[in-house]
């Protein structure tokens, strides 16, 4: 070590005083590697500049690029049990819950809000990641009733942004319940003549995808979604057999018909309200007729 570095810049640094730097300015893009300043990537709603990646986005701020002017209003969900099999592995599943609604602000992985999409009246359900991974447990299932619900009350169409890892754990046979229950709450909205349209994030896995999130309507995916039943080395386990490349992303989903649109982020809300107000069209003039 010269004596530059050990006498002469903590002399410098002494006489110039510390600074202090706040180490949340930048993040680092999960693709590219790149650094973006964070009020950059702010107004480029999560995306990276640099090579268009989506990165994850937290429920408020979802609500705020959908509904117009970012106005809405949530409506409190339905409780359910706590801890309804008293759940322990590493920590008791209620310390877990206690644990992620102070780090959120959430009470559970699902928001739901009522407002305009593009001039239509519509009811929103975002899932939140940020909360136990977004995975579904019986609260998520009876927020999704709720929404359906509402959706019917205010004769409204329902839009759901899902982001899961799958079905949640620590409640077992009651979370794979919620498969069925969730289908039901959509089968609701569709006998009402509701439009019901599904936007999937990454990552939408697990029983979310095989339940509500595969039954909309319209199917849309942002780009480069991981969205699938299992991951691809289960299913390479399984098949014993080499996935094609970007096998479970949005794009190769839209190549083989089981999405109808992939949509960048920034044209997310333009869309929906395109959709919504087709749909609203369409509805009335299967009524007059």
Known sequence: MSWLTTYVRPKIRNLLGKRDVPDNLWTQCDSCNQMIFNKDLAKNLNVCPHCGHHMRALVEDRLA???????????????????????????????????????????????????????????????????????????????????????????????????????????????????????????????????????????TTGGVTASFAMLGDIQIAEPNALIGFAGPRVIEQTVRETLPDGFQRSEYLLQHGMLDMVVPRKEMRDTLGRLLLLLSVKDAFSHAA
């Open 65 to 203: 690029w959908t509904f117009d002017e970012g106005e809405f209003t949530r409506i409190e969900l339905p409780k359910a049990p706590a801890d309804p099999l008293n759940f322990r592995d590493q920590k008791k599943y209620t310390d877990r819950l206690k644990e992620n609604r102070a780090k959120t602000h959430l009470d559970e992985a699902l928001v739901v809000a009522h407002g305009t999409v593009g001039g239509t009246r519509a009811v929103v359900a975002v899932m939140a990641f940020e909360f136990l991974a977004g995975t579904m447990g019986a609260a998520l299932g009876e927020g999704i009733v709720a929404a359906a619900r509402l959706a019917v009350l205010q004769q409204a169409p329902l839009i759901i942004f899902t982001a899961s890892g799958g079905a949640r754990m620590q409640e077992g046979m009651i979370s794979l319940m919620q498969m069925p229950r969730t289908t039901i709450a959509v089968q609701m909205v569709k006998e009402a003549g509701l439009p019901y349209l599904v936007v999937m994030t990454n990552p």
